[in-house]
């Protein structure tokens, strides 16, 4: 039976890692040689997705374990330079899985197409005429794009909007039209597109004004996933802290990024830290999802945390995240990357639904590690001592002197590369 429950998989060395998730998935011969490869980008493939092309850039790629959600297993691939990202992950869906799982829903995947329009003689005409060809404009965006009609999706709504409406604007005024587009389970973006444009010599014919901006917004506010656990106080006992110590410190830690931008911005990092790698690994648009993701988190008016953090009547630690979530499971980079097809093969997902919960799931489990460090022990002592292999590295260190090196530079708490430079001179010696 799949499990993401893998007791000392990080005391497993690399290939004993592979072996397992080898017995665990069935990969194909070329899966598996993509897997385990040194590069496996190839530079024929890298120059057909971006222009310019000199070579690829690797990342580490891990997995993040322990993760129940919705009481079904997730192994988690995740892309990733920063130590403690997983490690950090993973701990925490282990607490929460002992709590019963993380639970999750999703919005339908409706996407948003803007239209921009100035120079209308008369705004107010020019809105009343979009809106009563509505339902032949959305007819017309569909025409554009017939088969994600036929895969049950397509545009469904038209809205219009006046922008800059007060007369000592310092902008003129202009209308956008938005088109909300059900992409199924496609990012979009490319299909967004076609039908904007598609639509704007009949949008200029309408309001009589010039067509500048037809393109997809990557705010995608209609287009949310939401995750949710509740964990009991004696799961987060830490050391010298109660759980309930550390149910409060978690609860004020949040109240501060909730009031502050300053503290709200690293609060938010945090969480982009578990969102971003599994982005990344299934081949989607991080930068696409950073920026709905930070506009969501300033919708009331300041920029707040993204998640919430809360004691229900019981005591227990609430955990609320919902933000937009604009991914796909086919189409773009998730069917030409080849690490990206594996991704989606260990996820076992059937749909960007499915997917789009996964991810803010990784993203809360994220926070909630950054803030148990925070008012405990502090950041530093986990991070820095996975930062010290790097540093290690770094160094000049190689093979088993790595792990040498690495313990030495805790010892003495000195994890810097001058440091590790000394050390490692004494050991060539």
Same mark, same amino acid.
């Given at each position: ?63 993040? +374990? ?33 709590? !019963? ?24 005409? =020019?809105?009343?005429? +979009? ?117 409060? !410190? ?10 502050? %931008? ?20 299934? !081949? ?20 707040? *945390? ?7 009547? *019981? ?8 933000? %937009? ?38 993203? +809360? ?40 090196? =690495? ?23």
């Amino acid at each position: 039976m799949k499990t993401s429950r893998i007791p000392g998989f990080y005391n497993m060395t690399v290939d004993e890692r592979r072996n397992l998730l080898n017995e665990m998935h069935t990969f194909t011969e070329e899966e598996a040689t993509n897997l385990f490869s040194t590069v496996p980008l190839s530079t024929d493939t890298a120059d057909k997705m971006i222009e310019n092309v000199i070579g690829t850039f690797p990342l580490p790629l891990g997995l993040g +374990l322990n993760f129940l959600i919705n009481g079904k297993e997730y192994v988690v691939p995740m892309a990733v330079e920063e130590p403690s990202v997983v490690a950090s992950a993973s701990y925490i869906a282990k607490i929460v899985r002992n709590a !019963g799982g993380f639970t999750t829903e999703a919005t339908e995947r409706i996407m948003i197409g803007q239209i921009q329009v100035v120079g209308s003689p008369d705004i107010d005409a =020019a809105k009343a005429a +979009l809106e009563k060809e509505k339902e032949s404009l959305i007819e017309d965006a569909n025409a554009a794009y017939p088969s994600l009609v036929a895969r049950g999706g397509g545009a469904e709504d038209l809205e219009v909007r006046v922008l800059n409406g007060e007369s000592n604007s310092k902008y003129g005024q202009m209308l956008v039209v938005h088109l909300y587009v059900n992409t199924c389970d496609a990012m979009g973006a490319n299909i967004i597109n076609t039908m904007v444009e598609s639509l704007a010599p009949t949008v200029e014919v309408l309001t009589k004004g010039k067509v500048y901006l037809r393109i997809l917004s990557n705010y995608a506010d209609k287009c949310l996933a939401r995750s949710r656990c509740v964990i009991p106080p004696s799961l987060l006992e830490t050391g010298e802290y109660t759980g309930e110590e550390v149910r409060d !410190g978690i609860v004020h830690a949040f109240e501060f990024a909730a009031s502050d %931008p300053y503290r709200a911005v690293t609060h938010n990092k945090g969480i982009m830290n578990g969102i971003d790698p599994v982005v990344i690994a299934t !081949g989607n648009d991080w930068r696409a999802v950073e920026a709905g993701a930070h506009a969501y988190a300033a919708r009331d008016g300041q920029y707040g *945390s993204m998640t919430t953090w809360s004691t229900d009547v *019981s005591g227990n630690l609430v955990g609320e995240l919902e933000l %937009p979530m604009s991914v796909g499971s086919v189409g773009g980079s998730t069917q030409v990357h080849s690490m990206s097809k594996i991704a989606y093969s260990m996820l076992d997902i059937e749909s960007a639904q499915e997917l789009a919960q996964v991810i803010v799931t990784v993203g +809360l489990a994220q926070n909630l590690g950054a803030l148990k460090a925070l008012v405990t022990d502090g950041i530093q002592k986990g991070h820095m001592a996975l930062h010290s292999r790097s540093v290690a590295i770094a160094a000049g260190a190689s093979g088993e002197m790595i792990d040498i090196i =690495a313990e030495q530079l805790i010892k003495e708490k000195q994890i810097r590369v001058g440091k590790a430079k000394e050390l490692v001179e004494q050991n060539i010696k």
